[in-house]
DNA sequence: CGGCAAACCTGCGAGC
DNA sequence: TGCTCGCAGGTTTGCC
């Protein structure tokens, strides 16, 4: 499910009820998630207080007050529910709850179980396996076109492979890979090589502006993505190309041109959404 | 080393 | 109605 807006939405919406305040209970109800969790979880974050919330990349970085770190992430299906009054009975799904000093329940729900929780001390983070790869974030100053550029340069891959490696653009998902490179312009089969100069620099602007707009309105509720109130993300009514094949992009002909439309392809084993047409 | 398919797990919609 | 198949927003592993 969640791409970097996602996340991002989600630790907003964490932020308020998460930040300051201590873990007076924390439930653990079943040994693993993607990965077991680690011995003693619910014990060693019982009492601890969360200083800050953080993200980087598709992480979010709970910091405690031990001087060690909850290293939380989605998977493809995780999801939290917020609850500040008595809350519902659990879910099947529901696979950890915390609850806080100012009444409050947040529930980690997650199906597919792609998701997972770590515990780690602040200093080790840096070297936490996924963490470390992780390239700048896209939303920072480190990104620009001269990081693309640089990581472009000689890959052989398709470019929309090479963007959505986590250690060019953090964050980076497979929705807003198409969505970019039809910002940009840029066919998402074009050698990763190629992509430089004027190109890279519309492909660097297009993943930014992307991600800020998407941001904006609460992320893309597909099947599983909500904001932890309940709510719903808006920005699936924006795609211009994602999951819209056959479909005309917007303010293209295409849809009755010989292209037929938005095509959809498969790139690395995942789908990727282009106009042939407005994409070189 | 680079690039790709498969694996991990469950749910849902389409098609028969 | 009910079954099977394909597909899903991510990451890691192992193979060529």
């Known amino acids: 499910m969640p791409e970097l807006p996602e996340v991002e939405t989600v630790r907003l919406g964490l932020a308020p009820v998460l930040e300051g305040r201590l873990l007076s209970r924390v439930l653990q109800r079943r040994a693993d998630l993607r990965f077991p969790l680690p011995v003693g979880f619910a014990r060693c974050l019982t009492g601890r207080r969360i200083l800050a919330l953080g993200r980087r990349g598709k992480f979010i970085l709970a910091t405690l007050d031990d001087g060690w770190v909850l ?52 200093a080790e ?27 472009l340069n000689g ?41 430089k100069g004027q190109r890279a620099r519309h ?45 005309a992009c917007p303010g293209c002909d295409c849809e009755i041109a010989k292209t037929a439309g938005v095509r959809r392809i498969v790139q690395a084993g995942r789908a990727t959404f282009y106009c042939s047409s407005r994409q070189r």
């Open 71 to 122: 290293i939380l992430h989605l998977g493809m299906s995780g999801r939290f529910k917020v609850f500040m009054g008595p809350p519902p009975a659990e879910d099947v799904h529901d696979h950890v709850t915390f609850e806080t000093d100012a009444g409050a329940t947040i529930r980690f729900s997650d199906p597919r179980r792609f998701g997972f929780m770590d515990l780690v001390p602040e």
């Open 125 to 151: 983070l840096a070297f936490f396996p996924s963490l470390s790869g992780l390239g700048p974030e896209p939303l920072s100053a480190e990104f620009g076109v001269a990081w693309l550029e640089s990581c």
């Open 155 to 195: 890959r052989k891959t398709p470019i929309k492979t090479a963007i959505m490696d986590q250690a060019v653009v953090a964050g980076m998902g497979n929705i807003y890979a198409s969505e970019s490179l039809f910002r940009a312009g840029i066919s998402p089969k074009r050698k990763a090589a190629s992509v």
């Open 203 to 247: 492909l660097a602007a297009a993943i930014r502006e992307v991600l800020v707009e998407a941001i904006k309105v609460g992320g893309s509720s597909l099947r599983d993505h909500r904001l932890p109130d309940g709510g719903f993300g808006y920005f699936q009514h924006r795609f211009a190309v994602y999951g819209r094949q056959g479909l």
